[in-house]
């Protein structure tokens, strides 16, 4: 005999094999859940650093996007700028000639 364990709400007496076949099932266990936790840690690692990486990529694509926009946006005001005087010239000389 070597010591009292608890048993379904029972208090019941174990040899030493017994008692270090319980505890070699329990170091398994936890031994398996840390090796799951560390995996899981490094998941979430890499999926942090893909999300991470993904956002920059887009946010590049965003600022630049926003750039050609600005770029159109200068280049349509100068061609309606560009006709309205020329549009503003034509009816000067058609109102000079009437």
């Not at 364990?5 to 031994?31: M, P, R």
């Not at 926003?66 to 349509?76: C, G, L, M």
Request: aromatic share 14%; charged share 15%.
């Amino acid at each position: 005999m070597f010591g009292p364990t608890k048993e379904n709400q029972i208090w019941k007496i174990k040899t030493k094999e017994q008692l270090d076949k319980l505890i070699k099932h329990k170091n398994i266990v936890n031994y398996i859940v840390n090796v799951v936790n560390y995996v899981v840690n490094i998941v979430n690692y890499i999926v942090i650093y893909v999300v991470n990486y993904i956002a920059s990529i887009v946010n590049y694509i965003v600022s630049k996007t926003n750039y050609i926009v600005n770029i159109v946006n200068y280049i349509v005001k100068y061609i309606v700028n560009y006709i309205a005087n020329k549009i503003s010239k034509i009816n000067y000389i058609v109102n000079i000639v009437d």
